[in-house]
């Protein structure tokens, strides 16, 4: 019902006008991926893959050389350990050395590598490598293609779901990933703000509501607490409806390793306690076993959400042993008792940074694939209160349906229900840089201003204010690290040129130049140095201005503060939706002082951490895709010429086995024609089972060929003979209506000239035709003849479509004829013109009604009477 008027929403809102590409929205989780496809009349729905399931699971794999996706990778874990790669979100952009990577070798048999930007990559068994982005890329190119069949166009933009606390480094492996796919980044979007999305779609919000929304996911665990409140969309207008939603973001919490997947951990880690127990056997060293445990582990966990026990069944687990275990939920939660004292934290951190009491909140949303586990619902209960938790939006897929809306309200091209987010970013940012050396040789200091405090909202520039002679370097950092094994400083803008563009401007007149660097935190949580300007202050001439100098001088507020003087204070926020409103504060407090044109600064950005990923390595790693791509393609097209030929071969033997005299094909064939071909087929049959496993499409096409080529005479007769009747009727109809035509014609003729009226058709048209028709008849006539003496199994002496050639062109002729206007009879006097007019037209009308001879049971005649 509601996915119903979802879809309606959209659907009846499009703007028609404009052609409209398709949106895909992906939730790339721990286990899962969602993917949602935004198309202009095609019905809002989370995408299905090949097997009609609603999620994929997030693996990529390899079976010997055949790449695998989503369950079918998984599932190959048990035989292929070194060749299934699953949980890849654990890894993005993490350093290789880190807790995120021990965690992940603890619960994964593949093979990690240090890459080159010193983050982590996977190891196939052949040896090959490939990044983590690389793999997550196949991934999202998976689902394009997914995306693109049901769409059956390109797709080129995707909107992708982050956790909130997802660093800059991690932001910009999705965001790598995506490029490698060859897809275009619309927008990041938390995943907080998506579900709430997908919760304000369906409803209104006449007071203002608070809930939060506590996503158990496979990797982590995540709370944001959002403010859902009616608004007008154009706050301009005069009108008071409150047409708008306006989420806002209040507050995050979180908890990286709480997740579903450490929950199968506990789980598998039961098992080989128990595996050591029984048996006196490590079977940690075990690949194999290993990955068969850990799939066992996700099963096991499913059941026990609904059961008090289950059953652990695994046939020849290793060592030839074949493990059964009963594993009884009590066991489970046993083990899992420190994590249990951990579900709530993100709930309340969530309400303590946005300032609210559990008081303060009408519901607590539960979402992700994890809230399912009794003992996080119970968590949460605990801590929320049992009628405060609601279940109202679809667990797996309200993030995904969420950032598809705001996907398409993003691109402009759907008209959605008006909702808009404002998102913060969960860390302290900060701006360092070295203070200018008061006196030479002087220690330098280093200085730190916090521009983007915890809580900031997304979508804000600040401007910084420097006084600097020289070029400089400021850095982006986390204030502390953002999480374990990363680092703080994530980027190093190096801003360049001062010297001479101060020089330029005091040359100019301006006095006390200073440099104004904007950063940025934008919407899809990314902080960067946007750009830098040299300004000064120019005297203005005017009589005004020179009085307002004389007042206002010195108690101007926008004096620029030495940024080597003040630490926190330098920085003006402004929003990014209104970037004509720079400055404005400085213009209003001192209109004496003009700034004239400010010089831009290069900037030139350096990465002196974990680096995302430069354009050639992402068109390296484009490249190697894309070389999968084109293996897999020829692979494909081997494979469907070598079915074509078998199937072709298994039709040919069945053809050939029928001996009755009934069957067309033996009807039409002679017999040495049937033995050559079943000898082919034979030798061909042979020539696959010995060689057919080696050969190539080429040779798959050429023995089809020249089966083919045997095959087709038999074809062909058999195609004439049923063509045959058909085209000569069609050829007697044209006989027959040039005929009637020519006979009616040439009585008229006689009566106008009797008459002395005058006549639409000449005798020499007339007798053209005749001309035509006999040429057509007689040849008719001659080759029927002929065609009446040849045999079933011979070939054919004329061709059905040569017979529909002739006819046309005595059909043509005809057709001239009849479509041929009255000639006008001469004029007479001027007088009687408009009579003479009226008459022409009448007759033209006659003419165009008049009955055509165009034959009513001819299918194949084209003519456009
Ligand atoms: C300064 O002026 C010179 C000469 O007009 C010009 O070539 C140069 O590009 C200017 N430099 C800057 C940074 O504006
Ligand atoms: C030829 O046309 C006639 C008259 O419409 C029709 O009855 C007959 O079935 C047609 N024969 C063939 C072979 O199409
Ligand atoms: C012959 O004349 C009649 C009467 O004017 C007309 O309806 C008919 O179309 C004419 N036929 C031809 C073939 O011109
Ligand atoms: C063409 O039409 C004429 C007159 O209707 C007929 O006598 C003749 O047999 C026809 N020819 C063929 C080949 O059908």
């Known amino acids: 019902m509601s996915r119903l008027f979802l879809f309606l929403c959209v659907w009846l809102s499009l703007w028609s006008e404009t052609v409209l590409g398709s949106i895909l929205a992906i939730d790339y989780g721990a286990d899962f991926i969602k993917a949602s496809l935004m198309k202009p009349g095609q019905p809002f729905d989370v995408l299905l ?161 608070y809930h939060v929304i506590y996503d158990a996911g496979a990797s982590s665990i995540r709370a944001t607490v959002v403010q859902f409140a009616s608004v007008q969309s154009d706050p301009k207008s005069k009108s008071t409806t409150k047409d708008a939603t306006q989420i806002t973001i209040q507050g995050v919490g979180y908890d990286r390793q709480t997740g579903g997947t450490e929950l199968d951990r506990r789980l598998r880690d039961i098992m080989v306690a128990d595996f050591q127990k029984r048996y006196k056997r490590d079977i940690t060293t075990d690949k194999r076993g290993m990955a068969k445990l850990w799939k066992e582990a996700g099963r096991i966990k499913a059941i026990l959400s609904a059961n008090t026990e289950a059953m652990a069944t695994i046939e020849s687990l290793a060592f030839d042993i074949d493990y059964k275990a009963k594993i009884s939920r009590a066991e489970f939660e046993a083990a899992s008792k420190d994590l249990k004292l951990r579900y709530a934290v993100p709930l309340l951190q969530a309400l303590s940074n946005a300032g609210l009491r559990m008081d303060d909140i009408n519901s607590v949303i539960l979402t992700g694939g994890s809230s399912r586990t009794p003992m996080i619902q119970e968590a949460v209960k605990a801590a929320a209160g049992a009628n405060k938790i609601a279940q109202n939006v679809n667990a797996d897929e309200a993030a995904v349906l969420g950032a598809a809306l705001h996907g398409a309200a993003l691109s402009r091209q759907f008209k959605t229900k008006d909702i808009r987010i404002a998102d913060i970013g969960p860390y302290d940012i900060q701006v360092s840089y070295q203070a200018e050396a008061k006196t030479p040789g002087a220690r330098p200091r280093m200085i730190n201003t916090l521009v983007f405090p915890a809580g900031s909202k997304t979508g804000t520039k600040k401007t910084l204010t420097f006084k600097r002679q020289d070029d400089f370097a400021v850095k982006l950092a986390y204030k502390t690290p953002p999480a374990p094994g990363f680092p703080t400083e994530f980027i190093e803008a190096e801003i360049v040129g001062v010297g001479e563009a101060i020089q330029n401007l005091t040359e100019a007149g301006a006095t006390d130049p200073v440099i104004k660097a904007t950063v940025m935190l934008s919407e899809s949580g990314f902080a960067s140095v946007r750009d830098a300007f040299v300004s000064g202050e120019f005297k203005d001439e005017s009589i005004t201005g020179k009085l307002k100098d004389f007042f206002g001088k010195g108690s101007s507020s926008s004096q620029p503060v030495d940024a080597t003087t003040a630490d926190v204070g330098t920085a003006e926020e402004e929003a990014t939706e209104s970037p004509s409103a720079s400055s404005s504060a400085a213009e209003t407090s001192a209109t004496a002082v003009k700034p004239k044109e400010p010089i831009a600064l290069e900037i030139e950005v350096k990465f ?42 298994y039709k040919l033997r069945d ?78 109809m044209w006989n027959w209506s040039a005929r009637m035509f020519i006979t009616e014609a040439r009585t008229n003729l006689t009566r106008e000239l009797e008459t002395g009226a005058v006549g639409k058709y000449t005798k020499e048209e007339l007798d053209e035709l005749e001309k035509t028709l006999k040429e057509h008849e007689t040849w008719l006539n001659e080759w029927v003849e002929r065609q009446k003496s040849v045999k079933m199994n011979e070939d054919p002496v004329i061709l059905s479509s040569e017979m529909r050639a002739r006819a046309k062109v005595l059909e043509n002729h005809l057709q001239k004829l009849v479509k041929k206007r009255v000639p006008k009879p001469p004029k007479k006097s001027t007088t009687s013109s408009t009579t003479t007019a009226k008459t022409a037209e009448e007759e033209e009308t006659q003419t165009t009604g008049e009955a055509s001879p165009r034959p009513a049971q001819d299918e194949h005649g084209h003519d456009e009477l």
């Open 655 to 732: 053809l050939l086995s029928d001996e009755s005299s009934e069957s067309p094909f033996v009807k039409c064939s002679q017999s040495a024609e049937r033995k050559a071909l079943a000898e082919k087929t034979d030798e061909t049959l042979a020539w696959l089972a010995d060689y057919g496993d080696d050969a190539d499409t080429i040779q798959y096409i050429d023995k089809r060929t020249a089966l083919e080529s045997l095959e087709r005479p038999i074809v062909h007769r058999y195609k004439e003979i049923e063509e045959f009747p058909k085209a000569l009727n069609n050829s007697q």
């Open 49 to 209: 893959n090949r097997d009609s399931k609603r999620k994929i699971q997030s693996s990529v794999g390899w079976k010997k050389n055949d790449r695998l996706f989503g369950q079918d990778a998984a599932n190959i874990a048990g035989r292929f350990p070194l060749d299934s790669f699953s949980s890849l979100k654990f890894l993005q952009a993490v350093p290789y050395e880190s807790d995120a990577v021990s965690f992940y070798t603890s619960i994964s048999t593949a093979d990690v590598v240090k890459t080159e930007r010193g983050t982590v990559g996977l190891r196939r068994s052949d040896g090959t490598e490939w990044t983590v982005e690389e793999l997550i890329a196949m991934q999202f190119a998976y689902v394009r293609d997914l995306a693109e069949s049901t769409a059956g166009e390109k797709v080129n933009d995707v909107i992708v779901t982050v956790p909130a606390y997802y660093t800059q480094f991690e932001r910009d492996a999705v965001v790598d990933a995506i490029e490698i796919a060859g897809l275009r980044t619309l927008a990041l979007i938390n995943d907080g703000a998506a579900v709430a999305v997908n919760y304000a779609m369906t409803r209104s919000f006449p007071e203002p509501e």
């Open 608 to 649: 002196p951490t974990i680096a995302p990923m430069s354009v050639k390595q992402k068109r390296a790693g484009r490249d190697k895709l894309l070389a999968v791509d084109a293996e897999e393609s020829t692979k494909r097209k081997r494979e469907e010429a070598r079915n074509t030929l078998e199937g072709y071969l």
